[in-house]
């Protein structure tokens, strides 16, 4: 095996195993005590209590789909996205918070006019959308054994045939798919700043300053890019690439 494969093999398994900070009895007994302040309809406790897992780096999609709806529940449906988003995430295909974001986001009073100008990018987020960067990892290991199983087959045991030859260029191309796909779901993901306008509304400058002409207003739950950041705004482009400066106050990240 070279540099190369040790390498890739070390990053795929560094992205699936990350310790977690608080240990699991701790996040039992704070999942068991929010969740018994939610059924009585205490949201303000209840959030209080996952806030604190999240705050000791606890991540689970269980947890921030819990913090969405406590937020929900309280009126403050930005945040409410925001954590749903999150949530999504790590379990993309979950039905429960797929209907819960859907719902939080038919409140937003205006959706932004436009046309995602870059089809390719549309077309990669449609083929990783269903996937967690874990599944995507995972896959990408399995093809990597696989080629050099058949491989192996090839330099060890002179197996020269026609399906062994085919078999190798399948799994190679799948391969190189997987590892591809499993990048840009990495750089889409977590490389890229993304946020989330959680005020109920946010101006939107031609520069980092209310001295600055105003672009437009944007609506809580409307996502975006962060380009650049100053000590009190973000430079953000919108899905429909109308780009502007924002308050850091008005927004979280994803």
């Known amino acids: 095996m070279n540099k190369l494969q040790r390498k890739f093999i070390f990053l795929i398994f ?18 068991s005590t929010a969740g018994s302040y ?9 959030l209080e209590n996952y806030l604190r897992l999240e705050q000791n780096d606890y991540q689970s999609a269980a947890l921030y789909f819990n913090i969405g709806n406590c937020y929900f529940k309280q009126g403050k449906p930005g ?57 995507l990892a995972w896959i990408a290991s399995i093809l990597f054994i696989l080629l050099g199983l058949f491989l192996s087959l090839v330099v060890f045991f002179q197996y020269r045939g026609l399906t062994v030859k085919i078999a190798i260029t399948v799994i190679l191309v799948l391969f190189i798919s997987a590892s591809g796909l499993t990048t840009y779901k990495y750089r889409r993901d977590y490389m890229t700043p993304r946020g989330v306008i959680v ?56």
């Open 14 to 31: 560094g992205i699936l195993f990350v310790p977690g900070a608080v240990s699991a009895g701790v996040a039992d007994s704070l999942f």
């Open 79 to 135: 945040y409410a996205i925001l954590y749903y988003l999150k949530a999504k995430r790590l379990s993309p295909n979950d039905a429960d918070i797929n209907a819960n974001l859907a719902f939080a986001q038919q409140l937003m009073p205006t959706r932004l006019e436009g046309i995602k100008i870059n089809p390719v990018t549309s077309f990669f987020d449609m083929l990783v959308g269903p996937f967690t960067l874990n599944n």
């Open 199 to 254: 005020a109920d509304e946010a101006r939107i400058y031609s520069g980092p300053g209310e001295d600055n002409d105003l672009e437009f207003t944007g609506v809580f739950g409307l996502t975006f890019e962060i380009e650049k950041s100053t000590d009190d705004y973000y430079l953000v482009i919108f899905e429909n690439k109308r780009k502007g400066w924002i308050k850091k106050e008005s927004v979280a990240v994803i």
């Open 38 to 46: 939610y059924q009585n309809q205490e949201y303000e406790q209840a």
